[in-house]
């Protein structure tokens, strides 16, 4: 077990793999990284699954079963990426029995096209967990006004979920609001409040990229002093807006009668500026009852070089607020920004799953071309 990985698991952060293919599990490697890297989660989106698809030839015998079956191309991507998920979960299995179901949890997300649909959301949430069959699946369902209500309902139906594209700190309140709200609707339908498991993914190194290209544009020295700095207070203010949301009387309630807190989950934790360390958005977001999830690329990044020193997070709330108090005066608009990386968010969410689509419709015109 790599020490590295060791001390970030020992300090209650989960790690979690942002990654996942056909291959990945049954070549074994995933299997490596639980048993080296302390992985104990997979989070996956379109993106994935298209590079996973047009990667290899893993899928292929696949794909000419359901096109002699006369599937589409929406049928057979459902039919590929549940499989993949439902195998992952099986093999996270010793894991979330482990741990009570807090880990060994593997994601699947909505069609992004649904993003703003609620009604849509919640039949294909719905749909999606009963394909997979897993106790042990998440349904991503994006952080979106819309999203709000199909995560209350989906979570009120007794299915666990990952809420994804969280930006702001207003809409983080808002996405826990919307999972107590379900937890209290589980309550009453009589769903057993214990089985049912939350994250939140909040989004970091976006916020950076984004801001540290309006304070190049700025060009002063208080200005550059800024850069690479928001999205670590960002991210710290969310662990705080947790920590107070889940000691308030309503959610002590649910906890008390078995629920589950809602984790913070940090996405997007590859460092997209070369000149910050490449670790960034793991050793410096260490906190109790947090998960980080990662491509490969980050996590043997902490494995090789990654320095874990314990809490970084709890109680910098004051030098957080300091920070975006400063991008403020400087007439960066936090907002603005929040606003244009869900819009962004949500464009590229659209563009990966046509690119999934135009992938999975190559394989299928192949193997028509083929029989």
């Not at 209650?12 to 793999?17: A, E, K, M, P, T």
């Not at 994006?142 to 809409?171: K, W």
């Not at 947090?290 to 490969?296: D, K, S």
């Amino acid at each position: 077990m790599n020490e590295n990985t060791k001390a970030l698991s020992d300090a209650g952060v989960s790690i979690w793999l942002d990654d996942l293919s056909s291959e990945r599990l049954t070549s074994g490697s995933l299997a490596a990284l639980i048993e080296e890297r302390n992985v104990v989660g997979v989070t996956t989106n379109p993106t994935i699954f298209a590079n996973a698809i047009a990667a290899g030839d893993s899928y292929e015998a696949a794909v000419v079963e359901l096109a002699g079956e006369g599937a589409t191309v929406d049928q057979v991507i459902t039919a590929l990426t549940t499989k993949d998920v439902a195998d992952a979960c099986d093999l996270f299995e010793p894991v979330y029995r482990a741990t009570n179901g807090r880990d060994g949890r593997v994601s699947i997300e909505v069609e992004p096209g649904l993003a703003r649909d609620t009604e849509g959301t919640i039949a294909q949430a719905a749909m999606l967990h009963e394909r997979v069959g897993r106790e042990n699946v998440l349904i991503k369902i994006p952080a979106t006004q819309q999203g709000l209500e199909a995560i209350a309902a989906t979570i009120g139906a007794g299915i666990s979920v990952n809420v994804t594209l969280i930006f702001s700190l207003d809409r983080y309140r808002d996405v826990m609001n919307a999972y107590l709200t379900g937890l209290e609707r589980a309550q009453q339908a009589g769903i057993d409040l214990s089985k049912i498991h939350s994250v939140a993914s909040f989004f970091v190194s976006r916020l950076d990229a984004e801001i540290d290209k309006r304070l190049d544009a700025i060009g002063t020295d208080e200005a550059s002093a800024l850069k690479g700095k928001a999205g670590l207070a960002n991210a710290r203010l969310a662990y705080r807006a947790w920590q107070e949301t889940f000691a308030t009387e309503r959610a002590l309630t649910l906890l008390e009668a078995g629920a589950n807190t809602q984790r913070p989950l940090w996405a997007s934790t590859g460092v997209k500026d070369p000149s910050l360390p490449d670790t960034l958005y793991v050793t410096e977001l260490v906190a109790p009852q947090t998960v980080n999830t990662m491509p490969e690329k980050t996590l043997e990044a902490l494995a090789d070089h990654g320095r874990v020193t314990g809490d970084t997070v709890t109680g910098t709330a004051d030098e957080s607020n300091a920070v975006l108090d400063a991008l403020d005066a400087l007439g960066v608009s936090y907002v603005e920004v929040v606003e244009l990386l869900e819009t962004e968010g949500l464009d590229k969410f659209d563009a990966s799953w046509a690119e999934l689509v135009e992938t999975v419709q190559g394989h299928l015109d192949q193997a028509g071309a083929e029989r």
